[in-house]
C-alpha cells in the first residue's frame, strides 16, 4: 500500500492543478478538476447522494427537494437519496471523501468544494430569460438607531460563518469602502447561518447582520419572521447564487444524463418552485466565469482554499 501511494504522488505531481487540492488536476485551465485518465477510477454508484446547502429544518428541504429527485432518478435510472449536511465543512468533506455525488454548495463555500473535494460547478437556479443571483442586505431591527452603514460602528453585528460570501467575505470586501471595517470597527459574531442570523436581529440578539436576500425572502415568506420587525440599511449587487455540482470524477455518461436532469426539470407546479419564487429552470453556468467575482472578493480576503479555513 505504501509502495501505491507513492506512486500516486509523484503521478499527481507531474499535472497542472493550479490551487486545486494536490488529488486533482487541471489540464484544461478551467480552474476544476479533471476527470481521471483512468477509467477505473469512474465512479457510477448504483445510489446517488444528493445534498443541498445547509439550512435551519433540513427535514423540511428534503421534502421540497422531492420532485426533483423524482425526476433525477427517472432520468438518471439510478436510485437518489437526499443527504441532510449540518455544515459546510460537513458537505465539502462529504463529497472529498467520495460520500456524495451531487451537492448545491452556497456561493461562498463553492471555492472551497471546487478545490478541496473535486467539485465541478454547472448549474444555477434562475428565469428562463438566463437571470440568475442574489444580494447581500444589512438588516436592522426597526427600533434600532441604525440607518446607514456607519451607524454599524461599535455595534454588535451577525455574521454567519468565515466562508460564506455575503454573510462574511463581501462583508469584509465591500463594507471599508462605505466607511466601516468590520472586526475593528464593529463587533462580528458569528451566527452560523443566514436562517440564525436574521431571527437574530429580529429578537435583537445582534444589531444588525449582513444576509442574503434570496435567504431570507423565503424565511419571510414562510412566515418565519415578520418583515415590518426589520428595517433594510443597504442593499449590494447581485452575486450568483448556489450551485449544483456533481463530483469529478463520475461516469461521463453518468454526468451527461445528470446535466438533463437538471436543465430539463420544470419547476411549475412543484413543492421546489414555490420555494424558490420566480425560478423557473436551472441554468447551465462554469465555475471559471460565474465564480469570477466570488474569487476576487476571497483573494482580496487573504483567502486560501484548505480544510483548516474551511
Known sequence: MSALLGLGSVAFAD?????????YCDANGDLVADLPTAQSEWQDPKTLIFAY???EDPAIYADIWQPFIDHLQDVTGKKVRFFAVQSNAAQVEAMRSGRLHI??????????AVNLAGAVPFALMGSSKG?????????THKDSD????????????????????SGNLAPIALFPEMGVTPGEDYEIVYSGSHDQSMLGVVAKDYDAAPVASEVVERMAARGLYDE????LVWESDRFPTTSY?????????????????FYTFDFAGTALGEEFAG??????????????VIRTIQRANGVTYTQENL
Open 53 to 55: 446547502t445547509p439550512v
Open 245 to 261: 455540482n456533481y463530483a469529478h470524477n463520475l461516469h461521463p455518461d453518468l454526468v451527461k444524463k445528470i446535466r438533463e436532469a
Open 15 to 23: 499535472c497542472e492543478r493550479g490551487v486545486l487540492d494536490k488529488q
Open 103 to 112: 451537492a448545491g454548495f452556497s456561493t461562498g463555500p463553492t471555492p472551497f
Open 146 to 165: 441604525i440607518y446607514e452603514m456607519t451607524d454599524l460602528k461599535g455595534k454588535r453585528i451577525a455574521h454567519t460563518s468565515p466562508t460564506s460570501n
Open 131 to 139: 437571470q440568475f443571483g442574489y444580494t447581500l442586505q444589512v438588516f
Open 228 to 231: 415590518s420587525d426589520v428595517r
Open 279 to 292: 425560478v423557473e429552470t436551472f441554468i447551465p453556468i462554469t465555475y471559471q466565469e460565474n465564480w469570477k
